[in-house]
């Protein structure tokens, strides 16, 4: 049994008494009472490393829902004890804060929403890539985004985080416009994009997500040609 943490009941024994270390290595040796000693193997388990463990939490949520996000939930998605995510994390919402400010940075790496080249044509030019290739992450964010209007604790770290995808949005479409950029426009153009992963992600069509993209792009270059147009 858990609690809401995540963290182990003191009745509950640990199957073949095993424990991890800093590194993720587990020990384990021979369950008691069956009249034999045996040496201890030592050996590494997949995923321990921090960010293995925070890819781990991202699938956790994508697939469940915050309410399964525990320790132990972790640790068996990761292949480790739940003691190496304590060890990692220490609480609970660290690891939610850790695992969201993840998913934000791998998700700007991946989208292309800031290729830096100023040119229309290559605006968020990985968008529908990085939905086929990370579902869970895109998953765990709109998880988050539903579950922060009933936990508002979650709002000011999500508003922090979605502020970089808003600036990154800005100074692209600056660049491209060879202008300032309101406010409206920037979220604007944000909105569609974060429109189109939601409806690839739920319905797959990934034709319609470039069919959307390229015409966004056809306006954005129409804007960048008109300096009066925006």
């Not at 922090?160 to 995808?165: A, D, I, R, V």
């Not at 992600?201 to 056809?218: H, K, N, P, Q, S």
Request: charged share 25%; glycine share 10%.
């Amino acid at each position: 049994m858990t609690d809401p943490a995540g963290t182990a009941n003191p009745s509950e024994p640990e199957a073949c008494a095993q424990a991890a270390g800093p590194d993720g290595t587990v020990e384990s040796e021979e369950p008691a009472g069956t009249g034999r000693r045996q040496p201890r193997k030592r050996t590494r388990t997949y995923g321990a490393g921090r960010q293995a463990l925070l890819d781990a939490a991202v699938r956790v949520v994508a697939r469940g829902g915050l309410r399964r996000l525990t320790y132990r939930a972790v640790a068996q998605e990761a292949g480790v004890t739940h003691g190496l995510v304590v060890h990692h994390f220490g609480s609970r919402d660290a690891l939610i804060e850790e695992a969201l400010a993840h998913a934000v940075r791998v998700s700007m790496n991946s989208s292309m929403l800031e290729p830096g080249t100023g040119r229309a044509a290559d605006f968020s030019a990985g968008l529908a890539d990085m939905v086929e290739s990370g579902p869970d992450l895109q998953a765990f964010q709109y998880e988050l985004l539903l579950e922060a209007r009933r936990r508002e604790e979650l709002l000011t770290h999500l508003r922090e985080l979605y502020e970089e995808y808003f600036e990154a949005t800005r100074r692209e479409l600056s660049q491209m416009l060879s202008r300032p950029v309101d406010r409206g426009l920037y979220r604007l153009v944000f909105a569609a994009l974060e429109g189109l992963v939601l409806h690839q992600l739920v319905f797959g069509e990934r034709e319609v997500t470039e069919e959307a993209l390229a015409r966004l792009r056809d306006l954005l270059g129409r804007l960048a040609a008109d300096p009066d147009g925006a």
